[in-house]
């Protein structure tokens, strides 16, 4: 995770984000306190980033690459006001002994757009990163990569729709998909976790499964509920200052996978 020391909203480069509306930077550092703290007690171990003044969006973790194993990546970013995060990230995988570590070539916003399912990686394309990228991450993290189509500007990463709950399960918001993607959805995930239109717009699918606990925004009030009946302990935390941003739970978390 990295702290949203150097955190606002100065640029727009999503329909979330209004440069002229303020942001409670005290509220931001709060609430991401919050999330920390709740990781910690679930047992969970959270490494911290330093932010780097002028890069406003850098608290967006999972934007900063890919870590499975003993491989990396760090990020190439779409939009040039984000740009200099991927080297950031580079030099913290670096400095913290990440083996098997590149630089994507081709745009790719990390887990914001490659999200693990078991062994196959589903990979989010159309606002941000790039098919080429798809099969950049699947050659040097050699596993499979199923591409999926974004086309809700306001749904611009993959894992503002689609949430990873265990190996085999997830929970997602279908109209975000292209049709096409949506049958690969249902055909690979005949049980997932359909969210409602309210659940999407609060961006509750921008979440952190361990495969029990599900770290998610509170404001997703029918996916907590079905969690709960599908056997998952939803864990509600207040995300709206960096919402402000166009991120939640998810986006502020890079996860580590073995
Ligand atoms: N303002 C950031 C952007 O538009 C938000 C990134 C959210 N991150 C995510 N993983 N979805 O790039």
């Known amino acids: 995770m990295c702290r949203p020391d150097y955190f606002e909203v100065t640029y727009s480069i999503n329909p979330w984000m209004d440069p002229t509306e303020p942001v409670d930077r005290s509220l931001a550092l709060l609430q991401w306190e919050t999330l920390r703290a709740t990781y910690e007690e679930y047992g969970h171990k959270v490494d911290v980033v330093p932010g780097v003044?002028?890069?406003?969006?850098?608290?967006?973790?999972?934007?900063?690459?890919?870590?499975?194993?003993?491989?990396?990546?760090?990020?190439?970013?779409?939009?040039?006001?984000?740009a200099a995060e991927g080297p950031a990230y580079h030099r913290w995988f670096a400095q913290h002994g990440l083996a098997g570590l590149v630089d994507a070539k081709e745009v790719n916003e990390g887990e914001g757009d490659f999200l693990l399912v078991g062994d196959r990686m589903l990979a989010g394309m159309g606002f941000r990163s790039s098919l080429a990228a798809h099969q950049e991450v699947a050659q040097h993290f050699s596993r499979p990569v199923v591409s999926l189509e974004l086309v809700d500007p306001r749904f611009y990463h993959l894992d503002t729709v689609l949430l990873p709950l265990d190996d085999t399960t997830i929970a997602y918001f279908p109209p975000a998909f292209s049709p096409a993607s949506q049958a690969v959805l249902t055909e690979l995930y005949p049980d997932a976790i359909v969210a409602t239109d309210a659940d999407a717009e609060v961006l509750g699918l921008n979440g952190v499964s361990d495969g029990f606990n599900v770290f998610l925004s509170d404001k997703a009030t029918t996916l907590i509920e079905s969690l709960r009946t599908r056997g998952y302990n939803p864990v509600g935390i207040d995300m709206s200052e960096l919402l402000k941003a166009g991120g939640s739970v998810k986006c502020c978390t890079l996860e580590v996978h073995e």
């Open 53 to 82: 003044p002028g890069l406003p969006d850098m608290v967006f973790a999972a934007n900063g690459g890919l870590i499975i194993g003993d491989r990396a990546m760090s990020a190439k970013f779409t939009h040039p006001e984000r």
